[in-house]
């Protein structure tokens, strides 16, 4: 069974995913945050492939990007830092990453990369579904890789009901339209959250772009199986000396 799939077995709620850009804030902190990750009890983690056009993330992971990109991180450089991770981590990985690099690097060679070094599921913002349904979903699954779509509070029902269809890993709920980055408070979603959640779909959700504190996570919490935090903890990451310190003060602010 694939680990994004036991984990949801095993798990139904407060779920705690983590994002961070790969390369970010030096060059070869990758694994060590895997394994301080794992450490402090967070249950998946999506790695970023920096690239140099965001355009889902704000500023401060449009930052983060960019200074990874100066380090000099790229697709190849990051799976050789993967090369041994499944000897040290065992929670689900996913690679979230931009249709242009992982284009140049050759899609199929991209999925079989994943599956050598142990990634679980990928995230292609920008891929239009139509497109991966028709070209890429095979390649996908036969590197065994889930395929992790976006839903926002403008997507039509019948989108919805095409993605829980062709995916069974999670969907990954967008808070809101905007880019990513931290919220103080979701109070104006309750309607989509709400109205997703009279869906029933089958797939479980992660609820991404504004959790950056106990607050906003609590909320989210009770409106799917979890949530994934990013912008906080790339910050945290920018103004903390030391990985392990960084990774504690964010556990810290999501509970207190």
Same mark, same amino acid.
């Given at each position: 069974?694939?680990?994004?799939?036991?984990?949801?077995?095993?798990?139904?709620?407060?779920?705690?995913?983590?994002?961070?850009?790969?390369?970010?804030? !030096?060059?070869?902190?990758? #694994?060590?945050?895997?394994?301080?990750?794992?450490?402090?009890?967070?249950?998946?983690?999506?790695?970023?492939?920096?690239?140099?056009?965001?355009? +889902?993330?704000?500023?401060?992971?449009? !930052?983060?990007? =960019?200074? %990874?990109?100066?380090?000099?991180?790229?697709?190849?450089?990051?799976?050789?830092?993967?090369?041994?991770?499944?000897?040290?981590?065992?929670?689900?990985?996913?690679?979230?990453?931009?249709?242009?690099?992982?284009?140049?690097?050759?899609?199929?060679?991209? *999925?079989?990369? *994943?599956?050598?070094?142990?990634?679980?599921?990928?995230?292609?913002?920008?891929?239009?579904?139509?497109?991966?349904?028709?070209?890429?979903?095979?390649?996908?699954?036969?590197? +065994?890789?889930?395929?992790?779509?976006?839903?926002?509070?403008? #997507?039509?029902?019948?989108?919805?009901?095409?993605?829980?269809?062709?995916?069974?890993?999670?969907?990954?709920?967008?808070?809101? +339209?905007?880019?990513?980055?931290?919220?103080?408070?979701?109070?104006?979603?309750?309607?989509?959250?709400?109205?997703?959640?009279?869906? =029933?779909?089958?797939?479980?959700?992660?609820?991404?772009?504004?959790?950056?504190?106990?607050? #906003?996570?609590?909320?989210?919490?009770?409106?799917?199986?979890? %949530?994934?935090?990013?912008?906080?903890?790339?910050?945290?990451?920018?103004?903390?000396?030391?990985?392990?310190? %960084?990774?504690?003060?964010?556990?810290?602010?999501?509970?207190?």
């Amino acid at each position: 069974m694939n680990r994004i799939n036991k984990l949801f077995d095993q798990k139904k709620n407060n779920i705690l995913s983590i994002y961070f850009t790969a390369g970010y804030p !030096q060059l070869n902190d990758t #694994t060590q945050i895997l394994k301080s990750l794992e450490k402090n009890g967070v249950d998946l983690v999506e790695i970023g492939i920096p690239f140099s056009d965001p355009i +889902a993330d704000g500023p401060t992971i449009q !930052q983060s990007n =960019h200074i %990874a990109l100066q380090n000099g991180m790229s697709i190849r450089k990051l799976f050789n830092q993967l090369s041994d991770i499944r000897n040290h981590i065992q929670i689900p990985l996913v690679l979230m990453g931009y249709l242009n690099p992982i284009m140049r690097f050759g899609f199929d060679a991209f *999925c079989q990369s *994943c599956q050598q070094v142990g990634i679980d599921g990928i995230i292609i913002p920008d891929l239009p579904m139509s497109e991966y349904l028709n070209a890429y979903k095979g390649i996908a699954e036969a590197y +065994a890789l889930k395929f992790i779509f976006l839903i926002t509070p403008e #997507t039509s029902e019948e989108r919805i009901r095409a993605i829980d269809n062709n995916t069974d890993g999670f969907i990954y709920m967008v808070s809101s +339209a905007a880019v990513t980055g931290t919220q103080q408070s979701f109070d104006d979603r309750l309607a989509y959250f709400n109205r997703i959640n009279a869906m =029933h779909l089958k797939n479980p959700r992660l609820i991404g772009f504004g959790v950056s504190n106990k607050s #906003t996570l609590t909320m989210v919490n009770q409106y799917a199986s979890g %949530a994934i935090v990013g912008s906080a903890f790339i910050k945290t990451l920018e103004q903390s000396a030391q990985i392990e310190n %960084a990774v504690e003060e964010l556990m810290e602010k999501l509970s207190r």
